[in-house]
């Protein structure tokens, strides 16, 4: 791994990453395995999480620190509130302890000039990119704050 960041703080430690199912989401997930870390992966569309998971398994291997190594796949839109607020129930015991949140989740529909854009999708984008990642990190640190009591 690269001289710039020492990999071993990552050994074993928890990774939460949104957005994982492709672009810097999947990258982030798999150098994350490759440094030995645990990761769960987080995303809308099932089947790439299962092929960034894969990636993020053999990324591990060649890594070689005999460290981390486990993937926990999460399906998961972030605008679903309700969904989000489910996570910290249905992780597996290994991983109820989150060191690293890559808060990754978004998305951006068409390139409309402004006036033009239409407003359906505006929302949409703002359910995710925003308000979907507010209510991550608020979900995040009460679940965070809670296991430090």
């Known amino acids: 791994m690269s001289a710039i960041f020492p990999t071993h703080r990552l050994f074993?430690?928890?990774?939460l990453?949104?957005?994982?199912s492709g672009g810097i989401g999947a990258a982030t997930a798999i150098l994350f395995a490759k440094a030995g870390a645990n990761i769960i992966i987080s995303a809308r569309r099932p089947e790439k999480l299962s092929e960034v998971r894969q990636a993020a398994q053999q990324a591990h291997k060649e890594g070689g620190t005999g460290q981390g190594g486990k993937v926990f796949e999460w399906v998961q839109?972030?605008?679903?509130?309700?969904g989000v607020d489910k996570l910290f129930d249905l992780l597996p015991q290994d991983f109820k302890k989150i060191?690293?949140?890559v808060n990754n989740a978004g998305l951006v529909y068409g390139r409309d000039q402004v006036g033009e854009v239409n407003e359906q999708e505006m929302d949409i984008m703002f359910q995710t990119n925003v308000l979907?990642?507010?209510?991550?990190?608020s979900t995040f640190l009460i679940f965070v704050n809670d296991g430090l009591r």
């Open 12 to 15: 074993n430690k928890n990774v």
């Open 17 to 20: 990453i949104t957005g994982a």
């Open 77 to 82: 839109d972030v605008q679903d509130r309700r």
């Open 99 to 101: 060191d690293v949140l």
């Open 132 to 137: 979907g990642m507010i209510h991550l990190v």
